[in-house]
Nanobody, 121 residues
Framework: QVQLVESGGGLVQAGGSLRLSCAAS????????MGWFRQAPGKEREFVAR????????DYADSVKGRFTISSDNAANSVYLQMNSLKPEDTAVYYC??????????????WGRGTQVTVSS
């Protein structure tokens, strides 16, 4: 089992920045991929970014490329999402996930409870 706890969400004005954190515990994470997803009210959960825990290879949704950066700290068992130049359309609950997937939520096995990000215009 893997337990994931997100933090760092909040209210920010458009153009601002937030840094989300995901603290992981439980089984070994070295062969897992860590992903960030988000879900806005009335919309499906969508892929934001992912990173290979062992090698650091990353991937991003087109909507966040150049603005968001995913990173990991293996020693701290944590994954981060640095979000810059935030837009109102980035408003959503952001979830951390662990598994062996790419950009599809069903490919991830373990999920955190989410943290709310609200971007005001």
């Amino acid at each position: 089992q893997v337990q994931l706890v997100e933090s760092g969400g909040g209210l920010v004005q458009a153009g601002g920045s937030l840094r989300l954190s995901c603290a992981a515990s439980g089984r070994t994470l070295s062969n897992l991929r860590m992903g960030w997803f988000r879900q806005a009210p009335g919309k499906e959960r969508e892929f934001v970014a992912r990173i290979n825990w062992s090698g650091g290879s990353t991937d991003y949704a087109d909507s966040v490329k150049g603005r968001f950066t995913i990173s990991s700290d293996n020693a701290a068992n944590s994954v981060y999402l640095q979000m810059n130049s935030l837009k109102p359309e980035d408003t959503a609950v952001y979830y951390c996930a662990a598994g062996w997937g790419g950009s599809i939520p069903s490919q991830y096995v373990y999920w955190g409870r989410g943290t709310q990000v609200t971007v005001s215009s």
